[in-house]
């Protein structure tokens, strides 16, 4: 072998090597690594440590539990308003109150998958749809969600539907063809046994030039016959009924003739074969379907009489799901909208049951519009059954609903009332369990948190979000074990979050006015007057050249701002001078500054020195 051989085999062989040890994939080649730069180890020490979480999502507000401690009550009630779902009638509507973290959500959800979970074993059509009206918060959205949730539904029931058509058909196939191939074997077989020479009956059939009658050798009737000593017998009115012994072959020499009343057809004659090809074919001359179907054919139990049915239903199945049209999140008008909701919804036999999460939301953007609609839609559904959920934090918001609306909707009321600290400590030792690993959480965490959360109206969500952050801090420093300065720093952590969020989503108007108190604070104003603000807030309209509202509607935005929490409003006697509003900041000063200006439109404001009123002490 020559030297060009023997490379050319080495370079093969190490190719063939490359080859197998990435799996069949051409590896890289090593310019190309060469040219890509070196890992700088980031991620290296973060995973170095051992991770204190076993399942973090178990921590989350979306996650469902599979059990609520201390909401037993609530669920056991809902369910016995809901068990009328599984029965085929519609369920009362339910209004469920609580404030935040008090487990209302949680509980219907739960509830709602062993509602579905139930119906799909016992084979009750019932369906249940969420939707987030904080969200979803107009009449248009809500209607348009549901109408395309149901438009799927439909359509993955009828694709369902014709699978099962379908398998149905070959079934009908399979049937026929064993039939025929049966038919064929038994035909050959029959037709061989009618002309056995070793068939006692053969050779009693008479030959073509043989007479019917029964005589003598020379073709004479014969004035007895032995049919006629043997078994014969004569009526009154002198006809006689002729007893045939199946045994004596001579009696078959009367195979021609047409059979009289009475008489038994013949083993191997015309009638039998005709009557044997009969049930072969199946065939027969009822009307009725039982009577056209063999035994065990597969259309047995079934609503369908032939094959063309079953193609025709097939072709039906088709034909509704072409018609679904989608519904676009805008560009129709409410009324089409309503009409492609109601007939998705009305297309097949169901229970509905419409959860609405922060209903009050829908009502304060919308009105009442759209739980007027749902509420009345059972008066005109003809195959379905509607059933509305809501869920509220706002215990009073149902005196803004039209009477009709109300009476209707809130034919079932639920309170979910705030926990306690021994309730938040179960809750949170519930989760911890599946959430952490062992050993990962000191004695005083879980108390801690729901110390914590306890003061604030006994949030459950707020509790979970304190366990979760502070784990994640312990994480991230690498400590092994969770321990009360995580806790406290995530409570600090979690409070400046919370502030930061609803900064940012404030309204232009109410930034500007909260820029203008910051900015009076930074310059050493302390117990700011509204008048103050105002002044400022009109000179930063002027900057951003924004509309400028009036003093009444800027004290509004104050009291707003007030009762977020993020300023501190208090209405003072100024004596001979009237009342006023005393404004102080209550949040972080700096981070505050900074959300504000992180909004394109504030971020371009000079630095406005503000103009402070002379005061007047008393």
Known sequence: MSDDD?????????????????????????????????????FDDLLSGEPIFENKEVLRPSYTPHELPHRSDQINKMATILVAALRGETPSNILIYGKTGTGKTASAKFVSKELESTSQKYSVPCDVEYINCEVTDTQYRVLAQLAN????????????????????????????????????????????????????????????????????????????????????????DGSSNEAI????????????????????????????????????????????????VPPNHPLDSTPFDSRADIEDEIESLEADKESFEEVPMTGWPTDRVYSVFFDAVDYDERVVVIMLDEIDKLVEKSGDDTLYNLSRMNSELENSRVSIIGISNDLKFTDFLDPRVKSSLGEEEIVFPPYD??????????????????????EDVIPLCAAFAA????????????????????????????????????????????????????PTQSKLVLFAIILLEKNGVHSINTGEVFNIYKRLCEEIDADVLTQRRVTDLISELDMLGIVNAVVVSKGRYGRTKEISLSVPLEETEAVLLSDSRLSDIDDVQPFVQARFEN
Do not use: M
């Not at 366990?467 to 300065?485: C, D, F, W, Y």
């Open 6 to 42: 023997s490379e050319r085999t080495r370079a093969e062989e190490a190719e063939q090597v490359d080859t197998d040890e990435t799996g069949g994939f051409s590896s890289f080649d090593s310019s190309e690594l060469a040219d890509e730069e070196p890992s700088q180890g980031l």
């Open 149 to 236: 949730k149901f438009i799927e539904k439909n359509e993955a029931r009828i694709d369902d539907r014709i699978d099962e058509l379908e398998s149905l058909l070959e079934a009908v196939d399979e049937y026929e063809a064993a039939g025929a191939d049966a038919d064929a074997a038994v035909r050959p077989e029959t037709e061989g046994d009618l002309f056995d020479e070793d068939d006692p009956f053969e050779s009693a059939l008479p030959n073509d030039d043989e007479v019917t009658s029964t005589g003598d050798e020379t073709g004479s009737p014969s004035s007895e016959s032995p049919l006629e000593t043997e078994g014969s017998s004569t009526g009154a």
């Open 245 to 292: 012994d199946d045994s004596n072959p001579a009696g078959q020499n009367n195979s021609n003739r047409l059979p009289a009343d009475g008489d038994e057809q013949r083993p191997g004659g015309d009638s039998n074969r005709e009557a044997s090809d009969l049930e072969l074919s199946g065939a027969g001359s009822s009307d009725d379907r039982s009577d056209d």
């Open 421 to 442: 600290a021994n309730q938040l400590r179960d809750i949170l030792e519930h989760r911890s369990e599946v959430a952490f690993k062992g050993g990962a959480l000191s």
């Open 455 to 506: 003061q604030e109206h006994g949030d459950a969500r707020r509790a979970l979000d304190l366990l979760r952050t502070a784990g994640e801090l312990a994480e991230r420093s690498q400590a092994e074990t969770i321990v009360e300065e995580h806790v406290r720093e995530a409570q600090d952590k979690i409070e400046l979050d919370r502030v930061v969020e609803v900064v940012r989503t404030l």
